[in-house]
């Protein structure tokens, strides 16, 4: 599979479309180009501190020098179970089918490999974080695009989930998420479920794990939940990751990664169980997001363009009838930087995506300039 605007396959690689933030450069410069400095609101990038609970914990733990283990320490894995549980109501879950990755879009990228599916069938969401897609092509698969009231195709192997979305910032109800859960136990499918956004709610949405018994009918088989600490503890540069859920796909893919050296440093695991036991620093990061859509959104609708779904996650979705393209070239002609729709998808043509991950003060500039 060559998908359009994918570079030439060599040594036997396959081939996987350009990097797509390469090809804002142009727009990048003109929003360089602004007096004030850019407003760069095109990747979910963290900006604020790590909560100093956390930052203390790998400190404490800085003089590693053995080997960490591929599984996690039994503390990182108790800590998910009870996280889990503490905050998203999974039920379930046992320790042992936790394991910790090295940020989740590693995890993204090669679980089609780590699971065999090379030939097979994945199906991603219409509108998708884009290493969906990469994943299946770097196993062989072929990656098709479900929109989430459709139903699967024949022979899918694989099924991602993400709710809420990036890009879209869309919650699926728990309706809909037990729903196509069935559908993909009925295909013999496996289902990956993207979380990485469920910490952050939104005001007045409620986000729903794949662990919650209201959609797992109280077998985990099959499921896999993807979490991610970047978003709600600003820990992207620390890459620190897990999934949890199937105690058998867990062990399957354990083992392939003892063999692959595929472990998160021990430093990065106490300090992963610092930020899963303590919930007060994300409950501070949600308040600062909600803070920051509640002054960026009514100005983006002030200056013509239509925000849809949004509730929850990290981004703003958002449209001014035209292609991306110029709505992004539009933004950046006032010194903000937004990502187009079409990264995501060709659903996505028409929009562009708006991250709430920046400076309150550059936040506030972003608002005033589209006010002017």
């Excluded at 036997?12 to 407003?39: C, I, K, N, Q």
């Excluded at 509108?127 to 698969?141: F, H, I, K, N, R």
């Excluded at 933004?331 to 929009?351: D, K, N, Q, S, T």
Aim: charged share 20%; aromatic share 4%.
């Amino acid at each position: 599979m060559n998908p359009a605007g994918a570079s030439e396959a060599t040594g036997g690689l396959p081939a996987l479309p350009d990097f797509p933030w390469d090809s804002l450069a142009a727009e990048t410069a003109t929003a360089r180009a602004h007096p004030d400095g850019v407003v760069d609101l095109s990747v979910g990038t963290p900006v604020d501190p790590v909560p100093g609970v956390v930052a203390a914990a790998l400190k404490d733990a800085w003089n590693s020098p053995g080997y960490p283990q591929t599984h996690g320490t039994p503390p990182l894995r108790r800590a998910v179970v009870e996280a889990l549980s503490r905050r998203f109501g999974a039920a379930g879950l046992e320790s042992d089918a936790v394991l910790p990755t090295i940020g989740s879009k590693e995890l993204v990228a090669w679980l089609p490999t780590l699971l065999g599916l090379g030939g097979s069938t994945v199906a991603i969401p219409a509108l998708a974080y884009p290493t969906y897609e990469v994943g299946a092509l770097l196993a062989g698969c072929e990656a098709v695009r479900v929109p989430d009231d459709e139903p699967l195709p024949p022979g899918v192997r694989l099924v991602w989930l993400n709710s809420p979305s990036n890009p879209t910032g869309r919650v699926l109800p728990v309706g809909a998420l037990a729903d196509r859960v069935a559908e993909a136990r009925s295909l013999g499918a496996v289902v990956a479920s993207d979380e990485c956004y469920l910490g952050l709610p939104g005001p007045g949405s409620e986000p729903v794990s794949v662990l919650d018994p209201r959609v797992h009918g109280g077998s985990l088989e099959g499921l896999l939940a993807v979490h991610s600490l970047s978003k709600t503890s600003q820990l992207a540069g620390y890459r620190a990751a897990f999934c949890a859920g199937d105690p058998a796909l867990v062990a399957g893919l354990l083992a392939v990664r003892k063999h692959a050296g595929m472990i998160v440093p021990r430093p990065i695991q106490e300090a992963m169980v610092a930020a899963l036991s303590d919930d007060l620093h994300v409950a501070e990061t949600r308040q600062r997001y909600d803070e920051r859509r509640a002054v960026l959104r009514p100005a983006l609708e002030k200056a013509g363009l239509r925000i849809d779904h949004s509730e929850a996650g990290l981004y703003l979705w958002a449209t001014d009838d035209r292609p991306c393209r110029e709505t992004v070239a539009r933004l950046a002609g006032l010194g903000i930087l937004v990502a187009p729709g079409e990264f995501y998808g060709p659903a996505g043509a028409r929009h562009v995506r708006i991250a709430l991950t920046a400076s309150d003060e550059r936040i506030g500039a972003a608002a005033t300039r589209l006010a002017a």
